[in-house]
């Protein structure tokens, strides 16, 4: 649907189940993309989430991230939390498999994913919250133009002691 140079954004489907729920059932992944507590997700749990993310919803778009050379599915991006008044948007994103991160895929998923948000939403401005032990994170949301707007000291508590968040913009100049 939407395309970079190494990841399309598509819409999620059923086909990518399975794959999903190993991502969010894999510990190390998810620790430092989420802020909640990480809970098993069942088969169903999964199903719901991927229901809800249909056309039709206004609160939240999602997309799965695909491969452009093996059209393999390697995670999900999208916007979280929609603000249409001030047209702000924070954006989300999973590359669950490991063997595909440090390759450029995240990189250029959140690159294409502000393209749509600012082209396509006329959106003004992008967020994102990052755990500020997340270095590889931190990284790939610098190479896409993102500035740290600000810090939440000692913000989510995980693995026995809280953590540091950064919150990082960027605008559609």
């Not at 489907?13 to 999903?20: F, H, Q």
């Not at 440090?102 to 502000?114: I, P, Q």
Request: aromatic fraction near 12%.
């Amino acid at each position: 649907m939407y395309q970079g140079e190494k990841v399309r954004l598509r819409a999620l489907d059923n086909g990518d189940l399975m794959a999903s729920l190993d991502y969010v059932n894999d510990f190390e992944t998810m620790r430092g993309v989420t802020n909640g507590l990480i809970l098993p997700s069942t088969v169903e749990d999964e199903a719901r989430f991927f229901s809800a993310q249909s056309r039709s919803n206004r609160g939240e778009y999602q997309f799965a991230v695909e491969t452009l050379e093996t059209r393999r599915f390697i995670g999900r991006c999208g916007f979280t939390q929609v603000d249409w008044k001030n047209r702000l948007a924070e954006l989300a994103i999973l590359i669950g498999e490991t063997s595909n991160r440090g390759k450029g895929f995240g990189t250029d998923a959140v690159k294409t994913l502000c393209r749509f948000g600012f082209m396509e939403m006329g959106l003004h401005k992008i967020t994102v919250k990052v755990f500020a032990f997340n270095t590889a994170a931190i990284r790939c949301y610098e190479k896409c133009g993102f500035v740290r707007e600000g810090l939440l000291r000692k913000e989510y508590f995980r693995e026995g002691k809280f953590h540091d968040v950064i919150v990082m913009g960027l605008l559609n100049e």
